[in-house]
């Protein structure tokens, strides 16, 4: 058993997760990786990190945010995707049953990076619960704990612990808690990145791609943009991706071709109607 991955709290071993290792480079929008970076930050030894929320369209990058401000800051990067059925008990422990008899207390994400001091990254927040929210309460403000009523423990985060959410602007959300909402502070708003970001998010990405592809998606995506239709950067790589393999596999005879095959199965019929890659 790597012990390495267990920590102790009152008497009660709780099994930690795993970090995310890897992380996609962050391209361009140097303002908003600034305003998380000075969030996190530590004016003393008594002064504590903010909790800040991201928010923006599904798919400009804000899980990717974050993770590259983590990373820059040398710190182990956790990731918890919240749903509409998260529980109480998903973000702090959850038991399950040991191999070799008994009960195994697994320590969520969240409560792993805050023992060990990493950066806790809590995924479309805004689709939790107000009653898995309550159970954060404590941990968002200066107190900075939580309780395990399954364990029957109390878990103090570390001083370099960092928490951050991401929302997405959609209909399918929770309104959050005011009491919540107050400690999820400051709001950093992701917008679609400029032109020449897109050119270099897809460059970074999508490196082995026809350069006519990544001209013609990014054509959509400019389009997109100005229609105001939630297509996104993230929509562009896949795009491209398939729109090589189409290429590749000789099921298209050149780059627009190919980008207009994987198009077709990406926009709506309306859309795809009233896109123009030229």
Known sequence: MNQDRLFHQEGVAL???????ESPPWVGQQEVLQQLLAAWSRIGPEDLPLNP???????????????AAAFSLG??????????????????VSPVLDPAGGVRYMASPLVTA??????????????????SWASLAPLLDHRRYVESLVAGIKITASPEFRFVTTMNED???????EYIHSRLMPQIYLDFPEE??????????????DEAVRAYVLRFL???????????????INVARYAMKVLHGAQARDPEEAVRQALALALDVEERESFDLK
Do not use: C, W
């Not at 099994?15 to 290792?21: E, G, N, Q, W």
């Not at 209909?171 to 808690?177: G, I, K, L, M, N």
């Open 15 to 21: 099994h930690l997760a795993s970090p995310v290792t």
């Open 222 to 236: 400019r389009s997109a943009h100005e229609a105001d239709l939630r297509y996104t950067v993230r929509d562009g």
């Open 75 to 92: 710190l182990e990067v956790y990731i918890l995707q919240a749903t509409m059925d998260t529980r109480p008990e998903d973000l702090v």
């Open 196 to 209: 020449d970001e897109e050119r270099a998010i897809l460059q970074a990405q999508v490196p082995y791609a």
């Open 171 to 177: 209909a399918s959300t929770y309104e959050v808690p």
């Open 53 to 67: 929320r991201l928010l923006g369209k599904p798919g400009v990058g804000k899980t990717s945010l974050a993770s």
């Open 114 to 131: 805050m023992v060990r001091g990493g950066v806790a990254i809590l995924d479309e927040g805004n689709r939790m619960s107000e009653k």
